[in-house]
């Protein structure tokens, strides 16, 4: 089946390390998207890329890394520059044409940092 | 991208119809409203859009006003399994790589 897959569900770190989360899709789609969400909040645009070797900061870049070597992959390196990476991490992905609209996510990663 | 204003939370109970608002003023002519909702601890998950039609789905209807200046969201018969946080979102229909700014949505509890 296509879709999106985040690994992994769940991940604890000790303070000062970095962390790698995963996100591949094999649905064929040019953009991807990662988003951070906090308890009760809506998702804030870290980094996202409209093509391969390619990609742009989103509204919270600080602390965050990616990369876009294929085009079923992102994955997003939060770093110890982060100050409270403590969150839940979703990974989306679309067409690029601006008319599709539709975003289809991961089912995301917890992060916790001890 | 326009600002939306939904309610903190509702409630609807299951088999009735559940109505979610969404005001969106300062929508400009070439953005199109979308709802996406997110059940506990999962990703978002988008439901439908439209510009200034009124669409329907099978998973809900989507209705707006004639100024587009607000929309609701309609949930023909709630089941259990719909309470969510639904996200009302505006983009413009040329938005560079789909983003999409959630705001803090509605949260929908569908009670027996």
């Known amino acids: 089946d296509g879709g999106i897959t985040q690994s992994p569900k769940y991940l604890f770190r000790k303070e000062g390390q970095n962390v790698t989360l995963s996100c591949e899709q094999n649905l064929n789609h040019d953009a991807m998207y990662w988003y951070r969400q906090d308890p009760g909040q809506g998702l804030r645009l870290i980094y996202y890329?409209?093509?391969?070797?390619?990609?742009q900061k989103g509204d919270i870049a600080e602390g965050y890394s990616v990369s876009r070597e294929k085009k079923e992959s992102f994955p997003l390196t939060v770093t110890s520059a982060q100050k409270n990476p403590t969150a839940f991490y979703l990974c989306a992905s679309s067409w690029v044409q601006a008319l599709a609209g539709e975003l289809f996510f991961g089912e995301g990663s917890r992060l916790t940092v001890l | 991208d326009a600002k939306t204003t939904q309610p903190t939370s509702m409630d609807c109970a299951e088999g009735r119809a559940a109505n979610l608002p969404c005001n969106h003023s300062t929508i400009s002519g070439n953005e199109y409203v979308y709802w996406y909702r997110q059940i506990h601890s999962q990703g978002p998950q988008y439901i439908i859009h439209?510009?200034?039609n009124n669409e329907t789905n099978e998973m809900a209807s989507l209705i707006i006003t004639e100024d587009r200046k607000s929309s609701t969201l309609i949930l023909p018969h709630a089941t259990l399994r719909d309470t969510a946080v639904y996200y009302c979102?505006?983009?413009?229909?040329?938005?560079?790589?789909?983003?999409?700014?959630f705001g803090g949505g509605t949260r929908l509890m569908v009670k027996p």
């Open positions: 979102i505006v983009r413009a229909k040329n938005n560079a790589g789909n983003m999409l700014t």
């Open positions: 439209g510009l200034k």
């Open positions: 890329s409209q093509i391969v070797n390619d990609f």
